[in-house]
């Protein structure tokens, strides 16, 4: 990456800046070093944030000083709290920008805050821990996409569009609509390389799904659920595509695949059981070898299932294209929630999968033995 680390350092004690700023400087976080900011109050911090780019924020509460209490200049309100500015400053940040936070301050209990993959708590003096939480921020790799995403914004405006501008066409939408398709490509691939996923014929759970999926049409790999008193359940939606063109329906009716939680399946009981126990006929398989096989797609009558593998609030799932039912699309609409859509091309895999399973013809096993015996003789 070759660049350091940027921290905004908000600290109104002079000295503790200094000794924080002189800390936080001699660490370096996957061989970067850091750069460290630093301001004495809210007012300033919020100029900064608006004109320039960091990659995490570290923040003291601020303590009661009329100069320094608020956002901006003004002096403190009757009765305010002191950790009120701290959390105003969070609320900037939070409305803004993206960018991760670390609170470091002698009052934590003052905060009512939990420490997060992307916002952390730490009492001041606490200096190994205070880098622990920078370390386990920039492991994220948020800061680092985030920073990638800029570059490539940057890049592709006056590197593309402003020296290539006569070749795209008269839709004053196509620079923008290759933008979108080139961060696309960047959040597909070229991250995910970058943040150690380099195997390019295996993925993660988490690469099968675009989630969260709370807006837009319905369409195909769209995963609902249905949630009652006594009851969870889950669907797949597999309505063709071309019944649910964007801004209108056609069909009236929405085609859901059931989908059942992987540990109600005997080869998943079986495995917690007893991993890797060798069970059947020769060639003697393991109890992990056939809950494999689900995972996987080659599970015995593997057309007629699709495995939807665990993430977020997902669990692992099992979609059976024999339990298919069909609902009303106002229904879907107010009954069923999306939590998530499938991403390309586990959503056609899936599409194309119950249409093979449903396309299936059957024929009568050819005598092999008079086969053999006419190929012999010819």
Not at 202 to 214: M, N
Request: aromatic share 8%; hydrophobic share 35%; net charge negative.
């Amino acid at each position: 990456m070759n660049t350091p680390w940027r921290i905004l350092l908000v600290e109104d004690n002079a000295g503790d800046a200094e000794d924080i700023k002189r800390r936080i400087g001699g660490w370096k976080f996957n061989s970067e070093p850091c750069e460290v900011e630093s301001c004495p109050d809210f007012g300033t911090a919020k100029d900064w944030l608006a004109t320039r780019r960091y990659d995490l924020a570290v923040l003291d509460l601020i303590d009661d000083k009329a100069d320094g209490w608020a956002i901006g200049k003004a002096p403190k309100p009757e009765g305010e709290e002191p950790e009120l500015a701290g959390h105003r400053i969070l609320g900037l940040i939070r409305s803004t920008r993206a960018l991760p936070v670390i609170f470091h301050t002698a009052h934590p209990e003052r905060l009512e805050i939990n420490s997060t993959l992307i916002t952390k708590v730490v009492t001041k003096g606490e200096w190994a821990l205070l880098q622990q939480s920078i370390g386990e921020i920039i492991n994220t790799r948020i800061p680092e996409l985030l920073r990638r995403i800029e570059d490539v914004q940057r890049d592709y405006l006056w590197t593309f569009v402003e020296k290539h501008f006569t070749q795209i066409g008269t839709n004053p939408m196509e620079a923008a609509i290759l933008l979108a398709r080139r961060l696309a490509f960047l959040l597909r691939k070229e991250t995910l390389d970058q943040n150690g996923f380099k195997d390019q014929e295996k993925v993660q759970p988490v690469e099968f799904y675009i989630y969260p999926r709370d807006e837009g049409d319905p369409q195909v790999g769209d995963i609902y659920l249905q949630k009652t008193e006594k009851e969870t359940k889950y669907f797949l939606l597999l309505t063709p595509s071309c019944d649910m063109v964007a801004g209108r329906i056609k069909s009236s009716k929405a085609l859901l695949i059931p989908c059942t939680p992987l540990v109600e399946r005997s080869a998943y009981k079986d495995w917690k059981a007893k991993p890797d126990q060798p069970i059947g006929k020769e060639p003697r398989p393991t109890t992990t070898d056939i809950l494999a096989g689900w995972l996987t797609g080659r599970q015995p009558q593997e057309d007629r299932t699709f495995f939807l593998p665990p993430a977020f609030d997902i669990p692992a799932l099992v979609g059976d294209f024999q339990n298919s039912l069909t609902v009303d699309f106002g229904k879907l609409g107010k009954e069923y929630k999306r939590l998530a859509t499938l991403d390309s091309p586990f959503s056609e895999a899936a599409a194309a999968r119950f249409a093979r399973y449903f396309g299936r013809l059957g024929t009568p096993d050819l005598d092999v033995q008079s086969t053999l015996e006419r190929i012999k003789n010819s």
